[in-house]
């Protein structure tokens, strides 16, 4: 039996078709296609990666070694006498570890400044609301730096540019798209203002950028699915907001003004999460898509 055989028996075995075997690898169905008719053989991630999957060992796979049944360690020699076996060391699979020393330690630093922010400030005569709210940021990214293990920095930093983005929002009304009025804008409107709305749009280009070099080494096989769901993700993305702005949005800003603007903090609010929602997928549409290229690039190279 060849070695582009036992893929294909250990494959159908388990019940995966060549699209579902590729999926799992990240590598395009072709390549798999290649590997059982003998065009190809995978790289010695992949082959590692299937020793895994099809729960056999390397020689079993490559060379169609069986294992021994009882797992031993002893073979028979010629002469009768035994021989020692040895076997082909275990693949060693991705590490599992909790967050380590620092992370947890920076964790419960900030857990520290949460409780000394939510429970000192009313003390001190501040107002109890206020004083939970400065100590969100805290509690959450402490939360995070204590039980995720990878990218507590990347989350953190969204999680800071969110609640200060809503608080400005809130407070002040301002917010990163005031920077699209820049050219007609005015001295009396406060130049501050703008300043403030660049320095929000800074900070998002570069938690973008960061999120991206993050998940450069993501691979995505490009089959014909994955690719509609893209584009059908980034024409979703350029015509909703036009779309809720007018049905929703634009209705809502006037009934407000009918109304003397009572109840403004729900538009406010509402806005807020459109916008962060928004900005959301962009991250999201924007990994993808370069996932799936790598994937692409590296199924031409199998």
Same mark, same amino acid.
């Given at each position: 039996?060849?070695?582009?055989?036992?893929? /294909?028996?250990?494959?159908?075995?388990?019940?995966?078709?060549?699209?579902?075997?590729?999926?799992?690898?990240?590598?395009?169905?072709?390549?798999?296609?290649?590997?059982?008719?003998?065009?190809?053989?995978?790289?010695?991630?992949?082959?590692?990666?299937?020793?895994?999957?099809?729960?056999?060992?390397?020689?079993?796979?490559?060379?169609?070694?069986?294992?021994?049944?009882?797992?031993?360690?002893?073979?028979?020699?010629?002469?009768?006498?035994?021989?020692?076996?040895?076997?082909?060391?275990? %693949?060693?699979?991705?590490?599992?570890?909790?967050?380590?020393?620092?992370?947890?330690?920076?964790?419960?630093?900030?857990?520290?400044? %949460?409780?000394?922010?939510?429970?000192?400030?009313?003390?001190?005569?501040?107002?109890?609301?206020?004083?939970?709210?400065?100590?969100?940021?805290?509690?959450? /990214?402490?939360?995070?730096?204590?039980?995720?293990?990878?990218?507590?920095?990347?989350? /953190?930093?969204?999680?800071?540019?969110?609640?200060?983005?809503?608080?400005?929002?809130?407070?002040?009304?301002?917010?990163?798209?005031?920077?699209?009025?820049?050219?007609?804008?005015?001295?009396?409107?406060?130049?501050?203002?703008?300043?403030?709305?660049?320095?929000?749009?800074?900070?998002?280009?570069?938690?973008?950028?960061?999120?991206?070099?993050?998940?450069?080494?993501?691979?995505?096989?490009?089959?014909?699915?994955?690719?509609?769901?893209?584009?059908?993700?980034?024409?979703?993305?350029?015509?909703?907001?036009?779309?809720?702005?007018?049905?929703?949005?634009?209705?809502?800003?006037?009934?407000?003004?009918?109304?003397?603007?009572?109840?403004?903090?729900?538009?406010?609010?509402?806005?807020?999460?459109?916008?962060?929602?928004?900005?959301?997928?962009?991250?999201?549409? %924007?990994?993808?898509?370069?996932?799936?290229?790598?994937?692409?690039?590296? %199924?031409?190279?199998?």
């Amino acid at each position: 039996m060849t070695f582009g055989e036992r893929i /294909c028996r250990l494959r159908t075995a388990r019940g995966l078709s060549q699209e579902e075997l590729a999926a799992e690898l990240q590598v395009s169905r072709q390549s798999v296609s290649k590997w059982e008719t003998g065009g190809s053989v995978p790289e010695l991630d992949k082959l590692l990666r299937l020793s895994e999957l099809f729960g056999v060992t390397l020689d079993e796979l490559v060379k169609g070694a069986p294992a021994p049944e009882d797992g031993g360690t002893e073979e028979t020699a010629a002469d009768g006498r035994t021989a020692e076996r040895t076997e082909p060391p275990a %693949a060693p699979g991705p590490a599992r570890r909790g967050p380590d020393g620092i992370q947890r330690i920076v964790g419960v630093v900030l857990l520290g400044f %949460a409780v000394l922010f939510g429970m000192l400030l009313p003390l001190l005569g501040v107002d109890i609301a206020v004083g939970l709210l400065a100590a969100q940021p805290f509690l959450l /990214c402490g939360l995070v730096c204590l039980l995720v293990r990878r990218r507590a920095g990347l989350w /953190c930093g969204w999680i800071w540019c969110a609640l200060t983005g809503a608080y400005l929002r809130y407070a002040t009304g301002i917010s990163w798209t005031l920077v699209f009025q820049t050219i007609g804008y005015q001295p009396e409107w406060n130049y501050i203002r703008l300043a403030i709305a660049w320095a929000m749009l800074a900070a998002l280009a570069l938690l973008l950028m960061g999120t991206l070099r993050s998940f450069r080494t993501l691979r995505i096989a490009p089959t014909r699915r994955r690719l509609i769901l893209l584009a059908a993700g980034w024409a979703a993305w350029l015509a909703l907001p036009w779309l809720v702005n007018k049905a929703v949005f634009v209705p809502w800003i006037q009934a407000l003004a009918n109304n003397g603007f009572a109840g403004e903090w729900r538009y406010t609010l509402a806005n807020f999460l459109w916008s962060g929602l928004r900005f959301l997928a962009l991250n999201v549409l %924007a990994v993808c898509s370069l996932a799936l290229r790598r994937g692409r690039r590296s %199924a031409g190279g199998d």
